[in-house]
């Protein structure tokens, strides 16, 4: 199946700083990568997603850039806010064989904090 | 609020014993996932269902089943439960049940087995 690796596991930074946060995949088939936000105990919230035939999105503060080629997608926020301290996690779709519609291939997560 | 439900918030109870999660998907939803989340397996995918059927497996024990009934919410049974079965479970939700829909996730069921 898929395998998704999502580095750093913690990041800090100063308000207003920007943060980035890499993720790789291994199934060149995977074709829609999402990204969740999850507050300490609440269930991951979707916050921007993007599909293999775009390159980049955005929506106000954050972004999402895929490279199909380096099988690698990326998260940014721009002027980061107390408020974005949460753990991210990055998914893939992985291949469309049959037995894997529809699930995701989660990575190990990514505690962002964001200090005043 | 994602829209999706789930009860109870918290469980505890004995190894030995059998629970039963429920989940109630956002309106319009057909497809219901279940994963699980603990601190050493992350986020795992358990089981999908697809308007009242079964349309893929991930790594779910056979000690654990799942149904999705005609209204749409769904239920996931564990049973003969183990100290390592303690972990967050979580029910998702999309519109159809194929690859690159968007999923959106409920708060979550703490199970702890004591």
């Known amino acids: 199946g898929e395998n998704v690796e999502q580095h750093p596991s913690t990041l800090s930074v100063q308000e207003g700083d920007s943060a980035v946060i890499k993720c790789t995949y291994s199934?060149?088939?995977?074709?829609?990568f999402p990204w969740y936000k999850q507050e300490l105990g609440k269930g991951p919230q979707l916050i921007i997603d993007i599909r293999s035939n775009v390159g980049e999105k955005k929506d106000q503060r954050i972004a999402v850039t895929l490279n199909k080629t380096a099988k690698h997608f990326s998260l940014h926020i721009t002027e980061t806010q107390p408020e974005d301290s949460a753990v991210y996690f990055c998914?893939?779709?992985?291949?469309?064989?049959?037995?894997?519609?529809?699930?995701?291939?989660f990575g190990r997560g990514t505690q962002l904090t964001v200090w005043p | 609020d994602s829209g999706v439900t789930q009860t109870p918030k918290h469980l505890i109870t004995a190894t030995g014993q059998r629970v039963t999660l429920r989940c109630s998907p956002r309106s319009g939803d057909l497809s219901v996932y279940w994963y699980q989340q603990s601190l050493d397996q992350g986020l795992q995918f358990l089981i999908q269902?697809?308007?009242?059927?079964?349309?893929a497996k991930g790594n779910i024990l056979e000690r654990f089943s799942a149904q999705q009934f005609p209204d749409l919410h769904s239920e996931l049974n564990l049973s003969s439960l183990e100290l390592g079965d303690s972990a967050l479970y979580f029910c998702?939700?999309?519109?159809?049940?194929?690859?690159?829909?968007?999923?959106?996730f409920g708060p979550g069921t703490r199970l702890t087995v004591l």
């Open positions: 269902y697809y308007n009242g059927e079964e349309r």
């Open positions: 998914a893939a779709s992985g291949p469309d064989r049959g037995s894997t519609l529809g699930r995701l291939y």
């Open positions: 998702a939700s999309s519109v159809a049940g194929t690859r690159g829909n968007e999923q959106f």
């Open positions: 199934d060149s088939a995977s074709n829609y």
